[in-house]
Protein backbone atom coordinates (compact mmCIF):
# COMPACT_ATOMS: atom_id res chain seq x y z
CA UNK A 1 0.00 0.00 0.00
CA UNK A 2 1.41 3.64 -0.87
CA UNK A 3 1.65 5.45 2.03
CA UNK A 4 1.12 9.52 2.22
CA UNK A 5 0.98 12.34 4.90
CA UNK A 6 -1.94 13.63 3.39
CA UNK A 7 -4.99 12.59 0.38
CA UNK A 8 -6.37 15.60 -1.27
CA UNK A 9 -9.68 14.40 -3.85
CA UNK A 10 -10.70 16.57 -6.23
CA UNK A 11 -8.11 18.92 -8.80
CA UNK A 12 -9.91 21.89 -8.81
CA UNK A 13 -9.27 25.30 -7.48
CA UNK A 14 -9.77 23.92 -4.12
CA UNK A 15 -7.74 20.97 -4.35
CA UNK A 16 -5.27 21.51 -6.38
CA UNK A 17 -3.77 24.55 -4.29
CA UNK A 18 -4.41 22.70 -0.65
CA UNK A 19 -1.97 19.41 -1.81
CA UNK A 20 0.76 22.31 -2.87
CA UNK A 21 0.24 24.00 0.12
CA UNK A 22 0.47 20.73 2.27
CA UNK A 23 3.27 19.69 0.49
CA UNK A 24 5.12 23.15 1.09
CA UNK A 25 4.23 22.45 4.68
CA UNK A 26 6.61 19.51 4.44
CA UNK A 27 3.66 17.11 3.65
CA UNK A 28 4.15 13.70 1.79
CA UNK A 29 0.88 14.35 -0.75
CA UNK A 30 -1.02 12.82 -3.11
CA UNK A 31 -3.83 14.52 -5.22
CA UNK A 32 -6.40 12.56 -7.12
CA UNK A 33 -8.25 13.94 -9.84
CA UNK A 34 -10.19 11.55 -11.99
CA UNK A 35 -11.20 13.94 -14.87
CA UNK A 36 -8.76 17.50 -15.61
CA UNK A 37 -6.54 19.43 -13.18
CA UNK A 38 -8.48 22.63 -12.73
CA UNK A 39 -11.84 21.34 -11.83
CA UNK A 40 -14.64 23.15 -12.66
CA UNK A 41 -13.46 26.68 -12.89
CA UNK A 42 -10.64 26.09 -15.31
CA UNK A 43 -12.51 23.56 -17.65
CA UNK A 44 -15.95 24.13 -17.90
CA UNK A 45 -16.31 27.69 -15.34
CA UNK A 46 -14.92 30.88 -14.77
CA UNK A 47 -12.12 30.95 -17.44
CA UNK A 48 -13.95 29.74 -20.73
CA UNK A 49 -16.94 31.59 -19.83
CA UNK A 50 -14.59 34.62 -19.62
CA UNK A 51 -12.88 33.83 -22.44
CA UNK A 52 -15.74 33.48 -24.41
CA UNK A 53 -17.52 36.96 -23.14
CA UNK A 54 -14.32 38.55 -23.82
CA UNK A 55 -14.12 37.17 -27.63
CA UNK A 56 -18.12 38.71 -27.42
CA UNK A 57 -17.29 42.22 -25.68
CA UNK A 58 -14.66 42.59 -28.39
CA UNK A 59 -17.23 41.60 -31.55
CA UNK A 60 -19.62 44.26 -29.59
CA UNK A 61 -16.83 46.88 -28.98
CA UNK A 62 -16.00 46.94 -32.80
CA UNK A 63 -19.56 46.96 -34.26
CA UNK A 64 -20.16 49.80 -32.22
CA UNK A 65 -17.07 51.71 -32.63
CA UNK A 66 -18.14 54.28 -34.89
CA UNK A 67 -18.96 56.34 -31.67
CA UNK A 68 -15.07 56.49 -30.97
CA UNK A 69 -14.64 57.42 -34.18
CA UNK A 70 -13.55 54.15 -35.91
CA UNK A 71 -14.74 52.80 -38.73
CA UNK A 72 -14.12 48.56 -38.29
CA UNK A 73 -15.52 47.66 -41.61
CA UNK A 74 -17.60 44.92 -41.68
CA UNK A 75 -17.50 42.77 -38.64
CA UNK A 76 -18.22 38.96 -38.18
CA UNK A 77 -17.57 36.43 -35.48
CA UNK A 78 -16.74 33.06 -35.49
CA UNK A 79 -17.88 31.22 -33.31
CA UNK A 80 -15.99 28.07 -33.36
CA UNK A 81 -12.73 29.99 -33.18
CA UNK A 82 -13.50 31.75 -30.14
CA UNK A 83 -14.45 27.98 -28.13
CA UNK A 84 -11.00 26.99 -29.94
CA UNK A 85 -9.69 29.91 -28.23
CA UNK A 86 -11.13 29.51 -24.88
CA UNK A 87 -10.53 25.97 -24.63
CA UNK A 88 -6.48 26.60 -25.43
CA UNK A 89 -6.48 29.01 -22.55
CA UNK A 90 -8.06 25.82 -20.15
CA UNK A 91 -5.13 23.56 -21.67
CA UNK A 92 -2.23 26.26 -21.01
CA UNK A 93 -3.36 27.05 -17.70
CA UNK A 94 -4.11 22.97 -16.72
CA UNK A 95 -0.22 22.00 -17.91
CA UNK A 96 0.63 24.89 -15.35
CA UNK A 97 -0.81 23.38 -12.71
CA UNK A 98 0.31 19.98 -13.79
CA UNK A 99 3.57 21.69 -13.99
CA UNK A 100 3.59 23.23 -10.22
CA UNK A 101 2.07 20.02 -8.41
CA UNK A 102 5.10 18.34 -9.74
CA UNK A 103 7.88 20.97 -8.86
CA UNK A 104 6.69 21.42 -5.30
CA UNK A 105 6.31 17.11 -4.88
CA UNK A 106 2.88 16.58 -5.18
CA UNK A 107 2.33 12.33 -6.46
CA UNK A 108 -0.95 13.41 -8.93
CA UNK A 109 -2.87 10.25 -9.66
CA UNK A 110 -5.69 10.50 -12.82
CA UNK A 111 -8.39 7.98 -11.34
CA UNK A 112 -11.75 8.36 -9.97
CA UNK A 113 -11.54 7.80 -5.77
CA UNK A 114 -13.50 6.76 -2.96
CA UNK A 115 -12.94 6.37 0.74
CA UNK A 116 -12.66 2.69 1.96
CA UNK A 117 -12.42 3.33 5.71
CA UNK A 118 -10.83 6.89 7.73
CA UNK A 119 -7.13 5.83 6.91
CA UNK A 120 -7.41 4.64 3.13
CA UNK A 121 -8.43 5.92 -0.05
CA UNK A 122 -9.40 3.52 -3.12
CA UNK A 123 -8.53 4.34 -6.69
CA UNK A 124 -10.72 2.98 -9.54
CA UNK A 125 -7.30 2.11 -10.75
CA UNK A 126 -7.11 -0.32 -8.13
CA UNK A 127 -4.04 1.13 -6.05
CA UNK A 128 -5.20 1.90 -2.29
CA UNK A 129 -3.95 4.86 -0.81
CA UNK A 130 -3.04 5.00 3.07
CA UNK A 131 -3.32 8.79 4.05
CA UNK A 132 -3.10 10.24 7.76
CA UNK A 133 -5.55 12.94 6.31
CA UNK A 134 -7.85 13.46 4.32
CA UNK A 135 -9.64 16.54 2.12
CA UNK A 136 -12.30 16.17 0.12
CA UNK A 137 -12.33 18.79 -2.75
CA UNK A 138 -14.78 17.28 -5.17
CA UNK A 139 -16.73 20.17 -6.23
CA UNK A 140 -19.70 20.27 -7.44
CA UNK A 141 -22.11 19.65 -11.17
CA UNK A 142 -25.14 21.15 -12.67
CA UNK A 143 -28.78 20.53 -11.03
CA UNK A 144 -30.58 18.82 -13.37
CA UNK A 145 -34.35 20.62 -14.08
CA UNK A 146 -37.04 17.76 -12.09
CA UNK A 147 -39.36 18.71 -15.14
CA UNK A 148 -41.07 16.52 -18.44
CA UNK A 149 -38.36 17.33 -21.49
CA UNK A 150 -35.59 18.50 -19.42
CA UNK A 151 -33.92 15.39 -21.09
CA UNK A 152 -34.36 16.52 -24.86
CA UNK A 153 -31.89 16.86 -27.14
CA UNK A 154 -30.26 20.79 -26.66
CA UNK A 155 -31.56 21.08 -23.49
CA UNK A 156 -27.79 21.88 -22.23
CA UNK A 157 -26.26 22.62 -18.65
CA UNK A 158 -23.70 25.19 -18.80
CA UNK A 159 -20.49 22.39 -19.26
CA UNK A 160 -22.48 20.87 -22.29
CA UNK A 161 -23.04 24.39 -23.80
CA UNK A 162 -19.65 26.11 -22.98
CA UNK A 163 -18.46 22.41 -25.41
CA UNK A 164 -20.92 23.54 -28.09
CA UNK A 165 -19.21 24.51 -31.23
CA UNK A 166 -21.95 26.35 -32.68
CA UNK A 167 -23.07 28.88 -31.62
CA UNK A 168 -27.27 28.69 -31.18
CA UNK A 169 -29.36 31.04 -32.76
CA UNK A 170 -31.48 31.53 -30.10
CA UNK A 171 -31.47 30.69 -26.51
CA UNK A 172 -33.65 30.22 -23.62
CA UNK A 173 -32.16 30.22 -19.91
CA UNK A 174 -33.68 28.76 -17.31
CA UNK A 175 -32.06 30.89 -13.81
CA UNK A 176 -31.20 34.15 -13.74
CA UNK A 177 -28.50 33.72 -11.01
CA UNK A 178 -24.71 34.12 -12.05
CA UNK A 179 -24.33 31.60 -14.58
CA UNK A 180 -27.77 32.31 -16.50
CA UNK A 181 -26.60 36.12 -16.43
CA UNK A 182 -23.09 35.78 -17.89
CA UNK A 183 -24.22 33.43 -20.53
CA UNK A 184 -27.19 35.79 -21.06
CA UNK A 185 -24.67 38.61 -21.66
CA UNK A 186 -22.39 36.04 -23.32
CA UNK A 187 -24.87 36.14 -26.41
CA UNK A 188 -26.82 38.84 -26.22
CA UNK A 189 -23.71 40.66 -26.88
CA UNK A 190 -23.55 38.84 -30.16
CA UNK A 191 -26.80 39.25 -31.38
CA UNK A 192 -28.24 36.40 -30.78
CA UNK A 193 -32.13 36.61 -28.84
CA UNK A 194 -31.70 35.64 -25.29
CA UNK A 195 -35.21 34.90 -22.63
CA UNK A 196 -34.55 34.48 -19.55
CA UNK A 197 -36.75 32.56 -16.97
CA UNK A 198 -36.64 32.73 -13.26
CA UNK A 199 -38.66 31.73 -10.36
CA UNK A 200 -37.65 34.51 -7.84
CA UNK A 201 -39.34 37.79 -8.57
CA UNK A 202 -35.27 38.94 -8.87
CA UNK A 203 -32.43 38.24 -11.37
CA UNK A 204 -29.30 37.55 -9.05
CA UNK A 205 -31.45 37.50 -5.66
CA UNK A 206 -28.19 37.38 -3.47
CA UNK A 207 -27.14 40.80 -4.48
CA UNK A 208 -28.24 44.17 -3.37
CA UNK A 209 -31.83 45.30 -4.14
CA UNK A 210 -30.08 48.65 -6.35
CA UNK A 211 -28.01 46.66 -8.30
CA UNK A 212 -30.50 43.97 -8.93
CA UNK A 213 -32.79 46.85 -9.91
CA UNK A 214 -30.47 48.35 -12.08
CA UNK A 215 -29.50 44.86 -13.99
CA UNK A 216 -33.22 44.56 -14.52
CA UNK A 217 -33.30 47.37 -16.32
CA UNK A 218 -30.15 47.26 -18.52
CA UNK A 219 -30.75 43.50 -20.24
CA UNK A 220 -33.90 44.39 -22.11
CA UNK A 221 -31.58 47.07 -23.38
CA UNK A 222 -29.18 44.54 -24.55
CA UNK A 223 -31.68 42.56 -26.45
CA UNK A 224 -32.62 39.91 -23.32
CA UNK A 225 -35.74 38.91 -22.55
CA UNK A 226 -36.30 39.20 -18.92
CA UNK A 227 -39.04 36.77 -17.28
CA UNK A 228 -39.58 37.16 -13.65
CA UNK A 229 -42.04 34.97 -11.09
CA UNK A 230 -42.41 32.09 -13.81
CA UNK A 231 -42.27 28.61 -13.06
CA UNK A 232 -41.29 26.47 -15.60
CA UNK A 233 -43.80 23.64 -16.10
CA UNK A 234 -42.36 21.30 -19.29
CA UNK A 235 -39.85 21.34 -22.22
CA UNK A 236 -41.41 20.64 -25.51
CA UNK A 237 -39.24 19.70 -28.93
CA UNK A 238 -38.78 22.38 -30.94
CA UNK A 239 -37.69 23.85 -28.40
CA UNK A 240 -40.66 25.08 -26.41
CA UNK A 241 -40.23 26.07 -22.95
CA UNK A 242 -43.90 26.09 -21.11
CA UNK A 243 -43.71 28.58 -17.86
CA UNK A 244 -46.66 29.72 -15.84
CA UNK A 245 -46.22 32.99 -13.77
CA UNK A 246 -46.42 32.50 -10.01
CA UNK A 247 -50.04 32.86 -9.11
CA UNK A 248 -51.63 32.36 -12.28
CA UNK A 249 -51.11 28.73 -12.84
CA UNK A 250 -53.70 27.79 -15.30
CA UNK A 251 -52.20 30.78 -18.30
CA UNK A 252 -49.62 28.91 -19.53
CA UNK A 253 -47.26 30.97 -21.94
CA UNK A 254 -44.00 29.51 -23.75
CA UNK A 255 -40.78 30.95 -24.65
CA UNK A 256 -38.85 29.18 -27.57
CA UNK A 257 -35.08 28.86 -28.50
CA UNK A 258 -32.72 26.42 -30.96
CA UNK A 259 -31.04 25.55 -27.39
CA UNK A 260 -32.22 25.50 -23.56
CA UNK A 261 -29.56 26.63 -20.94
CA UNK A 262 -30.70 25.27 -17.49
CA UNK A 263 -28.86 26.84 -15.33
CA UNK A 264 -30.92 26.43 -11.86
CA UNK A 265 -28.06 25.80 -9.64
CA UNK A 266 -25.34 23.35 -8.45
CA UNK A 267 -25.23 20.11 -6.59
CA UNK A 268 -22.09 18.76 -4.17
CA UNK A 269 -20.31 15.89 -5.57
CA UNK A 270 -20.38 13.97 -2.39
CA UNK A 271 -22.98 10.70 -2.91
CA UNK A 272 -21.33 7.54 -3.50
CA UNK A 273 -18.09 7.69 -3.06
CA UNK A 274 -17.87 6.14 0.97
CA UNK A 275 -18.35 9.77 2.64
CA UNK A 276 -21.32 8.37 4.06
CA UNK A 277 -20.07 4.87 5.46
CA UNK A 278 -17.31 6.48 7.29
CA UNK A 279 -19.87 8.45 9.44
CA UNK A 280 -19.08 12.40 7.35
CA UNK A 281 -22.66 14.33 8.18
CA UNK A 282 -24.04 16.33 4.95
CA UNK A 283 -26.99 18.66 5.33
CA UNK A 284 -30.09 17.41 3.27
CA UNK A 285 -28.74 18.45 -0.39
CA UNK A 286 -25.43 16.51 0.57
CA UNK A 287 -23.37 19.23 1.00
CA UNK A 288 -20.22 18.59 3.40
CA UNK A 289 -20.95 19.93 6.93
CA UNK A 290 -17.69 21.68 7.95
CA UNK A 291 -16.26 24.28 10.68
CA UNK A 292 -14.40 27.27 10.04
CA UNK A 293 -11.04 25.51 9.11
CA UNK A 294 -12.69 23.00 6.86
CA UNK A 295 -13.07 20.36 9.46
CA UNK A 296 -15.48 17.76 9.11
CA UNK A 297 -17.23 15.88 11.79
CA UNK A 298 -14.83 12.73 11.68
CA UNK A 299 -11.26 13.60 12.60
CA UNK A 300 -8.71 14.22 10.17
CA UNK A 301 -11.12 14.80 7.13
CA UNK A 302 -11.68 17.64 6.05
CA UNK A 303 -14.23 19.63 2.83
CA UNK A 304 -13.42 22.51 0.87
CA UNK A 305 -14.66 24.22 -1.73
CA UNK A 306 -18.01 23.90 -3.24
CA UNK A 307 -18.52 20.32 -1.92
CA UNK A 308 -19.15 22.45 1.49
CA UNK A 309 -21.27 24.77 -0.17
CA UNK A 310 -20.69 27.71 1.99
CA UNK A 311 -19.93 30.01 -0.97
CA UNK A 312 -19.33 28.34 -4.47
CA UNK A 313 -16.24 30.83 -6.13
CA UNK A 314 -13.17 29.17 -6.78
CA UNK A 315 -11.08 32.00 -4.95
CA UNK A 316 -13.09 30.64 -1.90
CA UNK A 317 -12.85 27.27 -2.42
CA UNK A 318 -8.55 28.07 -3.15
CA UNK A 319 -8.54 29.90 0.48
CA UNK A 320 -10.29 27.31 2.00
CA UNK A 321 -7.61 24.48 0.66
CA UNK A 322 -5.04 27.22 2.19
CA UNK A 323 -6.64 27.22 5.88
CA UNK A 324 -6.90 23.39 5.73
CA UNK A 325 -3.92 22.89 4.74
CA UNK A 326 -2.10 24.99 7.25
CA UNK A 327 -4.63 23.45 9.84
CA UNK A 328 -3.35 19.98 9.43
CA UNK A 329 0.44 21.10 9.53
CA UNK A 330 -0.47 22.04 12.80
CA UNK A 331 0.14 25.94 11.55
CA UNK A 332 -1.36 28.77 13.69
CA UNK A 333 -4.60 29.72 11.14
CA UNK A 334 -6.97 32.17 11.17
CA UNK A 335 -10.83 31.33 10.11
CA UNK A 336 -11.81 33.24 6.47
CA UNK A 337 -14.09 35.99 6.80
CA UNK A 338 -16.87 35.45 4.27
CA UNK A 339 -18.32 38.99 4.78
CA UNK A 340 -14.97 40.24 3.27
CA UNK A 341 -14.78 38.29 -0.10
CA UNK A 342 -15.74 39.58 -2.93
CA UNK A 343 -18.07 38.26 -5.71
CA UNK A 344 -18.67 39.14 -9.30
CA UNK A 345 -21.17 39.08 -12.31
CA UNK A 346 -19.17 39.22 -15.50
CA UNK A 347 -22.51 41.20 -16.86
CA UNK A 348 -22.78 44.11 -19.06
CA UNK A 349 -21.94 45.96 -16.94
CA UNK A 350 -20.04 44.34 -14.65
CA UNK A 351 -21.24 43.69 -11.03
CA UNK A 352 -19.39 43.09 -7.80
CA UNK A 353 -20.18 42.83 -4.05
CA UNK A 354 -17.82 42.71 -0.73
CA UNK A 355 -20.05 41.80 2.47
CA UNK A 356 -23.72 42.92 3.03
CA UNK A 357 -25.95 43.73 1.06
CA UNK A 358 -28.50 46.92 2.72
CA UNK A 359 -31.08 44.86 3.62
CA UNK A 360 -29.12 41.59 5.43
CA UNK A 361 -27.49 45.06 7.66
CA UNK A 362 -31.18 46.44 8.43
CA UNK A 363 -31.96 43.28 8.83
CA UNK A 364 -29.33 42.62 11.44
CA UNK A 365 -30.05 45.85 13.62
CA UNK A 366 -27.30 47.58 12.29
CA UNK A 367 -27.18 51.55 12.45
CA UNK A 368 -26.97 51.64 8.58
CA UNK A 369 -26.29 54.22 5.88
CA UNK A 370 -25.88 54.53 2.50
CA UNK A 371 -24.39 56.85 0.17
CA UNK A 372 -23.96 56.12 -3.92
CA UNK A 373 -21.52 57.76 -6.63
CA UNK A 374 -22.62 57.62 -9.87
CA UNK A 375 -20.33 57.03 -12.77
CA UNK A 376 -21.53 59.73 -14.68
CA UNK A 377 -19.51 61.85 -12.58
CA UNK A 378 -16.07 59.77 -13.00
CA UNK A 379 -14.05 60.81 -16.44
CA UNK A 380 -12.49 57.62 -16.99
CA UNK A 381 -15.65 56.14 -17.35
CA UNK A 382 -17.10 58.42 -19.65
CA UNK A 383 -13.87 58.05 -21.85
CA UNK A 384 -14.74 54.84 -21.79
CA UNK A 385 -18.41 55.09 -23.32
CA UNK A 386 -19.19 53.41 -20.15
CA UNK A 387 -21.19 55.19 -17.65
CA UNK A 388 -23.66 53.45 -17.10
CA UNK A 389 -23.33 52.06 -13.25
CA UNK A 390 -23.08 53.15 -9.59
CA UNK A 391 -20.51 52.63 -6.52
CA UNK A 392 -22.92 51.80 -3.41
CA UNK A 393 -21.76 51.48 0.01
CA UNK A 394 -23.61 50.25 3.08
CA UNK A 395 -21.50 51.34 6.26
CA UNK A 396 -22.82 51.83 10.06
CA UNK A 397 -23.39 54.71 10.71
CA UNK A 398 -21.95 54.90 14.58
CA UNK A 399 -18.44 53.76 13.17
CA UNK A 400 -18.03 54.76 9.83
CA UNK A 401 -17.53 50.83 9.45
CA UNK A 402 -18.12 49.22 6.02
CA UNK A 403 -20.92 46.67 6.32
CA UNK A 404 -21.22 46.23 2.39
CA UNK A 405 -19.43 47.15 -0.74
CA UNK A 406 -22.05 46.94 -4.30
CA UNK A 407 -21.13 48.25 -7.81
CA UNK A 408 -22.49 47.65 -11.32
CA UNK A 409 -19.89 49.45 -14.00
CA UNK A 410 -16.81 48.53 -16.00
CA UNK A 411 -13.91 47.03 -13.85
CA UNK A 412 -16.24 46.20 -10.93
CA UNK A 413 -15.16 42.74 -10.39
CA UNK A 414 -11.66 43.94 -10.54
CA UNK A 415 -12.35 46.90 -7.75
CA UNK A 416 -14.01 44.92 -5.40
CA UNK A 417 -10.10 43.32 -4.39
CA UNK A 418 -9.42 47.09 -3.00
CA UNK A 419 -12.79 47.70 -0.45
CA UNK A 420 -12.19 43.29 0.50
CA UNK A 421 -8.41 44.54 1.27
CA UNK A 422 -9.64 47.80 3.63
CA UNK A 423 -12.13 45.58 5.18
CA UNK A 424 -9.97 42.76 6.17
CA UNK A 425 -7.34 45.89 7.46
CA UNK A 426 -10.55 46.80 9.70
CA UNK A 427 -10.42 50.36 7.38
CA UNK A 428 -13.43 52.32 7.57
CA UNK A 429 -14.79 54.98 5.31
CA UNK A 430 -12.96 57.69 6.45
CA UNK A 431 -9.75 55.81 5.76
CA UNK A 432 -10.79 55.26 2.19
CA UNK A 433 -12.18 58.99 1.61
CA UNK A 434 -8.48 60.16 2.34
CA UNK A 435 -6.46 57.55 0.08
CA UNK A 436 -5.26 59.49 -2.70
CA UNK A 437 -6.47 57.54 -5.66
CA UNK A 438 -4.67 58.24 -9.16
CA UNK A 439 -6.80 59.79 -11.99
CA UNK A 440 -8.97 58.98 -14.34
CA UNK A 441 -9.47 56.20 -12.97
CA UNK A 442 -12.65 54.05 -12.56
CA UNK A 443 -10.71 53.80 -9.08
CA UNK A 444 -11.89 56.73 -8.01
CA UNK A 445 -15.55 55.82 -8.05
CA UNK A 446 -14.66 54.13 -4.69
CA UNK A 447 -13.04 57.38 -3.13
CA UNK A 448 -15.79 59.51 -3.95
CA UNK A 449 -18.79 57.06 -2.85
CA UNK A 450 -17.30 57.44 0.61
CA UNK A 451 -17.04 60.75 0.23
CA UNK A 452 -20.67 60.68 -0.23
CA UNK A 453 -21.26 58.64 2.96
CA UNK A 454 -19.11 60.91 4.85
CA UNK A 455 -20.38 64.05 3.61
CA UNK A 456 -17.04 65.72 1.55
CA UNK A 457 -17.73 64.89 -1.67
CA UNK A 458 -16.64 67.72 -3.95
CA UNK A 459 -17.81 65.82 -7.32
CA UNK A 460 -21.64 65.56 -6.30
CA UNK A 461 -24.11 68.00 -6.04
CA UNK A 462 -24.67 68.88 -2.69
CA UNK A 463 -27.42 66.69 -0.39
CA UNK A 464 -30.34 68.33 -0.37
CA UNK A 465 -31.78 68.22 3.55
P1 LIG B 1 -14.27 21.89 -8.71
O1 LIG B 1 -13.64 23.00 -9.43
O2 LIG B 1 -15.63 21.47 -9.13
O3 LIG B 1 -13.28 20.68 -8.75
C1 LIG B 1 -13.61 19.45 -8.20
C2 LIG B 1 -12.80 18.38 -8.90
O4 LIG B 1 -12.98 17.14 -8.24
C3 LIG B 1 -13.23 18.15 -10.35
O5 LIG B 1 -12.13 18.30 -11.20
C4 LIG B 1 -13.76 16.72 -10.35
O6 LIG B 1 -13.46 16.03 -11.56
C5 LIG B 1 -13.00 16.11 -9.18
N1 LIG B 1 -13.69 14.96 -8.58
C6 LIG B 1 -14.98 14.88 -8.19
N2 LIG B 1 -15.24 13.69 -7.63
C7 LIG B 1 -14.09 12.99 -7.68
C8 LIG B 1 -13.71 11.69 -7.26
N3 LIG B 1 -14.56 10.88 -6.64
N4 LIG B 1 -12.44 11.28 -7.47
C9 LIG B 1 -11.53 12.11 -8.07
N5 LIG B 1 -11.84 13.35 -8.48
C10 LIG B 1 -13.09 13.79 -8.28
N6 LIG B 1 -16.32 31.01 -9.62
C11 LIG B 1 -15.67 32.18 -9.50
O7 LIG B 1 -15.09 32.43 -8.44
N7 LIG B 1 -15.62 33.07 -10.54
C12 LIG B 1 -16.24 32.84 -11.71
O8 LIG B 1 -16.18 33.66 -12.62
C13 LIG B 1 -16.95 31.61 -11.87
N8 LIG B 1 -17.57 31.32 -13.03
C14 LIG B 1 -18.21 30.12 -13.16
C15 LIG B 1 -18.85 29.85 -14.38
C16 LIG B 1 -19.51 28.64 -14.53
C17 LIG B 1 -20.21 28.34 -15.85
C18 LIG B 1 -19.52 27.69 -13.47
C19 LIG B 1 -20.21 26.36 -13.64
C20 LIG B 1 -18.89 27.96 -12.27
C21 LIG B 1 -18.24 29.19 -12.11
N9 LIG B 1 -17.60 29.51 -10.91
C22 LIG B 1 -16.96 30.71 -10.78
C23 LIG B 1 -17.62 28.59 -9.75
C24 LIG B 1 -16.28 27.84 -9.64
O9 LIG B 1 -16.01 27.17 -10.84
C25 LIG B 1 -16.35 26.85 -8.49
O10 LIG B 1 -16.73 27.54 -7.32
C26 LIG B 1 -14.98 26.21 -8.24
O11 LIG B 1 -14.54 25.52 -9.38
C27 LIG B 1 -15.07 25.25 -7.06
O12 LIG B 1 -13.83 24.66 -6.87
P2 LIG B 1 -13.67 23.24 -6.16
O13 LIG B 1 -12.21 22.99 -6.10
O14 LIG B 1 -14.45 23.21 -4.92
O15 LIG B 1 -14.40 22.21 -7.14
Redesign the pocket.
Known amino acids: MLKYDAAV???????YECAIRLSQNGLKTAL?????L????L????IP??ALLHSAEIYHSAKNASEFGINAGEIRFNYGAMVENSQKISTRLRGGIASLEKSHGVTVYK????VKNRETVLLDTGEELQCGHLVI????S?ARLPVPGADLPNVLD??SL?AMTECPRDIVIIGAG??GI?FATLYSRLGIPVTVIEMQDRALGTFDKDITDFIEAELPKKGVKLVLGARVKSIEKGLKVNYSLTGDDAATQCAEGEVVLVAGG?VP?SRG?GLEDIGVRMDRRGFVETDGLGRTNVPGVYA????GGKM??????SAQGIVAADHIAGLPVKQINLNHVPS?V?SDPEISMVGMTEERARGEGRDVGTGTFSLTGNGRALTMGAAAGFVKFVYDKTTDEILGFHMVGPGATELAAEIAAVMKCEGTLRELCDTVHPHPTLSETLMEAARVCCGCCVNAPKPRR
Open positions: IGGGPGGIEKDEGGTCNRGCTKSRASATGSPSTLVIERNMIGDVMLAHVAGY
